[in-house]
């Protein structure tokens, strides 16, 4: 049983920061942790991974805001986010895919970005 526990969600106003962190009940080392995102109403996102060996991929709309990393030791994965967006609003879910699939997923922490 694979279990991811998210946190760190919450209100923020825009221009503003929030870190999220997920923890994994097994050991990360060797696997691909990923972070998405759902926004109501709209299809499921990928909005960054991180490979095992450090290669990184970000939505387009997140690039030169959101930052991914990874505590291997800690079995964690961040997402530093900063200049927060309106359209940043969202149920932010981890992930580790198995191959392509996106297999195990947490249970989400609300991202609520408004005035």
């Known amino acids: 049983q694979v279990e991811l526990v998210e946190s760190g969600g919450g209100l923020v106003q825009p221009g503003g920061s929030l870190r999220l962190s997920c923890q994994a009940s097994i050991t990360i080392l060797s696997k691909s942790m990923a972070w998405y995102r759902q926004a109501p109403g709209k299809e499921r996102e990928l909005v960054a991974k991180?490979?095992?060996?450090?290669?990184?991929y970000y939505l387009d709309s997140v690039k030169g805001r959101f930052t991914i990393s990874r505590d291997n030791a800690e079995n964690t994965v961040y997402l530093h986010m900063n200049n927060l967006k309106p359209e940043d609003t969202a149920v932010y879910l981890c992930?580790?895919?198995?191959?392509?699939?996106?297999?195990?997923w947490g249970q989400g922490t609300q991202v609520t970005v408004t005035t």
């Open positions: 992930n580790i895919p198995v191959g392509s699939v996106p297999l195990y």
């Open positions: 991180i490979t095992s060996g450090g290669d990184i």
